[in-house]
């Protein structure tokens, strides 16, 4: 069974950082590329960052470009957010999805996690 | 980016009726190359994260009832639900995931029970 487990939300200071993992089973996580989504509760939904299968190759969206980078350790299992200079506006449920095809990055998910609360305030 | 625009915003239905949500992308998703649309759909019940319904715009993933269907191309493309169920309760979103990301979602389809 494919499990994805957020972990590392919490509550930070504007411009502080935090660093978000997601740990992967039931899969060859070292197959996948991986997404990172977000939603500020009670709103929609916005893709942040994806990572490939072999971790080199990363894209980001531009609202995170420069501030968060995505990474991953294939012989942890685990996917990271390092999120830098956070904004009030980072605010949001962060959810880690797996890619549906171990072939390149589909860009579609399949697995989502249940997402870990990131709240940025002073 | 390639901005994906829903609507309705929100949309209420009767049980065993049909619902129809409908998705813009603001430039076409259709390669040419192989004639895909690179087009999924979600469902999203609350409290829990968003469930894959529907990708290359009209495929239905494993397990979800052959009452949801997805249909268009290029720029357009519609999601139905026939039959509406109670279960059906839920926001939807579709997303493009054409060329290189960042891989846009649209705002999301509310849909609830008239």
Do not use: H
């Not at chain 2, 493309?77 to 960042?102: H, M």
């Amino acid at each position: 069974e494919v499990q994805l487990l957020e972990s590392g939300g919490g509550l930070v200071q504007p411009g502080g950082s935090l660093r978000l993992s997601c740990a992967a089973s039931g899969f060859t996580f070292s197959s996948y590329a991986m997404t990172w989504v977000r939603q500020v509760p009670g709103k929609g939904l916005e893709w942040v960052s994806v990572i490939y299968s072999g971790g080199s190759t990363t894209y980001y969206a531009e609202s995170v470009k420069g501030r968060f980078t995505i990474f991953r350790d294939n012989s942890k299992n685990t996917l990271y957010l390092q999120m830098n200079s956070l904004r009030v506006e980072d605010t949001a449920v962060y959810y880690c999805a797996k890619d549906y095809s171990p072939i390149g990055g589909s860009g579609y998910v399949d697995y989502w996690g249940q997402g870990t609360l990131v709240t940025v305030s002073s | 980016d390639i901005v994906m625009t829903q609507s309705p915003g929100s949309l209420a239905v009767s049980l065993g009726e049909r619902a129809t949500i409908n998705c813009k992308s603001s430039q076409s998703v259709l390669y040419a190359s192989n004639n895909k649309n690179y087009l999924a759909w979600y469902q999203q019940k609350p409290g829990q994260p968003p469930k894959l319904l529907i990708y290359w715009a009209s495929t239905r993933e494993s397990g979800v009832p052959d009452r949801f269907s997805g249909s268009g191309s290029g720029t357009d493309f519609t999601l139905t639900i026939s039959n509406l169920q109670a279960e059906d309760v839920a926001i939807y979103y579709c997303q493009q995931y054409y060329g290189t990301p960042p891989y846009t979602f649209g705002q999301g389809t509310k849909l609830e029970i008239k």
